[in-house]
């Protein structure tokens, strides 16, 4: 493929003067087609005008854009639009995950810290019923231990050396059962 003088004036953004000025010092070689137009080797011309050395300017009728960059810039503004929407589209869906998730983590915050009141009520619950039963207990072996003084005044003497201590253990353990509500025999203390 060669270049004509316009062409190649085109490619360098220079005028066709300087160009036919290069060809007819001899600094750029040219050879002329059947008409007597010239035919500029792109090779030829890039080493006498490097592409580095060649200020394209916005005005001027050899500075114009082709129509292929101009389709070529078109098409990627319309890629960088394209992909400047889904980053959109992916932002907002970001912005919408977030937002649900931060109401999952109230919602789950809201249930830990309603089954931790829980969790402690039920604990105090537990721990006021065991406080509750130690007393009882107390209670009833002390009931016991004064039924057992009161029938061994009652009794007088006993006749047995360990007599008593026997019904004492007898009495305390029915009233530490009755306590319980497992009563094995009809014992019910009476208060006197």
């Known amino acids: 493929m060669f270049y004509?003088?316009?062409?190649a004036a085109d490619e360098i953004g220079k005028s066709?003067?300087?160009?036919q000025r290069a060809i007819k010092k001899g600094r750029l070689s040219a050879d002329r087609d059947?008409?007597?137009s010239?035919?500029?080797?792109?090779?030829?011309l890039h080493r006498v005008f490097p592409?580095?050395?060649?200020?394209?300017?916005?005005?001027?009728?050899?500075?114009?854009?082709s129509q292929e960059a101009s389709h070529a810039a078109t098409a990627l503004r319309r890629e960088i639009d394209i992909r400047e929407e889904k980053i959109e589209l992916i932002e907002?869906?970001?912005?919408?995950?977030?937002?649900?998730?931060e109401g999952v983590i109230d919602d789950l915050r809201k249930?830990?810290?309603?089954?931790?009141?829980?969790?402690?009520?039920?604990?105090?619950?537990?721990?006021?019923?065991?406080e509750k039963e130690a007393r009882?207990?107390?209670?009833?072996?002390s009931l016991a231990a004064e039924e057992a003084e009161k029938a061994k005044k009652k009794r007088g003497c006993s006749v047995g050396r360990n007599e008593p201590r026997n019904r004492t253990i007898l009495a305390a353990r029915n009233l530490r059962l009755w306590a319980r509500g497992k009563s094995r025999s009809t014992f019910v203390p009476q208060n006197r």
């Open 111 to 130: 249930r830990l810290d309603t089954e931790s009141a829980e969790r402690k009520r039920l604990t105090l619950l537990i721990t006021d019923q065991r």
């Open 4 to 7: 004509s003088l316009s062409e």
């Open 92 to 101: 907002q869906e970001r912005r919408r995950e977030r937002h649900q998730l």
């Open 38 to 44: 010239y035919k500029i080797d792109p090779a030829e």
């Open 51 to 65: 592409q580095e050395e060649r200020p394209r300017h916005e005005t001027g009728k050899g500075n114009k854009p």
């Open 136 to 141: 009882e207990r107390e209670q009833a072996e």
């Open 16 to 19: 066709k003067m300087t160009i």
């Open 34 to 36: 059947e008409q007597g």
